[in-house]
């Protein structure tokens, strides 16, 4: 089978007489559902493979794809196969019925043999070395934790797995956890309560990487109780945005963009990516709401004000990059390379 080939975007910009081709590029193709399996009440795991039978691009633990599915909006899935089969990636997909529209038509429109486009992957979420690892999971929050959890086991690094969800029957792969034995730990809601995370994280491990994805009470719970472990200990993926605080500030600012040589102001109430995609400059972006991470662009000059929900604390404190559907600038001035 022959090798991917990206997507590539090319935008042609035409400013005080230069014209500048921006050329972005992105792995993009048809693929076909193998496979549509449910996994838990409201989750399904679908299996797909190049509508070619090519080789899809390679990844690592941590990774997502964009679905794109024709009339409803580009949602963002984790990666739980194999990442050493690139003849097939699986995807596990909850019903949402309060999300956009995506989850409700895998579940109830997308069958065997039909065909959707898949863009990526991408890896926000990468499991970084570690002396140990805690993973934590919250409902579908498993997916991304299941090539972690394997790759932990044949690396023989220390782990252990804390699964909470509403029920057992809500709660999507347990089949294929418990090879893993006392390592995984199930905590049905209905059975034992909450997730006692006071306990489990109560006392700082240095060496402990700890990795958590599930819904937003969870997340924010788990960064709580992490705030007195070292720098860089915890790693959580968002599927979702980033709460904001009530008076987080809109104001304009101007960008710069180094490479059309454009100056541009952002008003209070337009973001980045709209201002810099109306002066003609070509990004690639998919979900306009700072979690997938394709927009995420490098700062030149300019301290960002981070409002996205794909970089951890060490990363924002570098100042280097930012998503700029969402984030915007607490300075004046932003400088980016675009």
């Known amino acids: 089978m022959s090798s991917p080939v990206p997507h590539t975007q090319l935008e042609t910009v035409s400013h005080a007489g230069t014209v500048l081709t921006v050329v972005a590029s992105e792995y993009e193709a048809n693929v076909v559902v193998e496979a549509k399996d449910a996994v838990a009440d409201g989750v399904v795991a679908l299996v797909l493979r190049e509508a070619h039978g090519r080789l899809l691009p390679a990844w690592e633990p941590g990774a997502h794809v964009d679905l794109v599915l024709e009339g409803a909006p580009t949602r963002q899935y984790s990666l739980c196969g194999d990442p050493a089969d690139r003849s097939a990636y699986r995807l596990g997909v909850l019903r949402e019925p309060q999300s956009r529209g995506?989850?409700?038509?895998?579940?109830?429109?997308?069958?065997?043999?039909?065909?959707?486009?898949?863009?990526?992957?991408?890896?926000?979420?990468?499991?970084?070395?570690?002396?140990?690892?805690?993973?934590?999971?919250?409902?579908?929050?498993?997916?991304?934790?299941?090539?972690?959890?394997?790759?932990?086991?044949?690396?023989?690094?220390?782990?252990?797995?804390?699964?909470?969800?509403?029920?057992?029957?809500?709660?999507?792969?347990?089949?294929?956890?418990?090879?893993?034995?006392?390592?995984?730990?199930?905590?049905?809601?209905?059975?034992?309560?909450?997730?006692?995370?006071?306990?489990?994280?109560?006392?700082?491990?240095?060496?402990?990487?700890?990795?958590?994805?599930?819904?937003?009470?969870?997340?924010?719970?788990?960064?709580?109780?992490?705030?007195?472990?070292?720098?860089?200990s915890l790693h959580v993926e968002r599927f979702s945005p980033r709460p904001q605080a009530e008076n987080a500030p809109q104001r304009s600012f101007v960008v710069e963009l180094a490479s059309s040589g454009l100056s541009l102001t952002v008003p209070a109430d337009r973001s980045i990516l709209e201002v810099v995609e109306q002066a003609g400059v070509g990004v690639l972006s998919s979900c306009s709401e700072g979690t997938c991470g394709t927009c995420e662009t490098a700062v030149l000059e300019g301290v960002p004000d981070h409002r996205d929900a794909v970089l951890d604390e060490v990363e924002r404190a570098a100042n280097d990059c930012l998503m700029i559907c969402v984030s915007r600038s607490c300075t004046d001035r932003l400088v980016l390379e675009l």
């Open 102 to 232: 995506g989850s409700m038509r895998v579940h109830d429109r997308l069958g065997v043999g039909d065909r959707v486009r898949v863009r990526g992957p991408r890896n926000h979420f990468p499991l970084a070395p570690a002396e140990r690892y805690l993973f934590v999971a919250g409902g579908i929050g498993i997916t991304p934790l299941l090539t972690m959890v394997a790759a932990a086991e044949v690396s023989g690094t220390p782990w252990s797995l804390v699964y909470g969800g509403r029920s057992r029957a809500s709660m999507a792969f347990l089949p294929e956890l418990k090879g893993y034995g006392d390592r995984v730990t199930v905590c049905p809601q209905d059975e034992v309560g909450l997730l006692d995370l006071d306990g489990l994280l109560a006392d700082p491990a240095p060496g402990t990487a700890v990795y958590c994805c599930g819904p937003e009470p969870l997340l924010a719970a788990i960064e709580q109780r992490c705030a007195p472990w070292p720098s860089g």
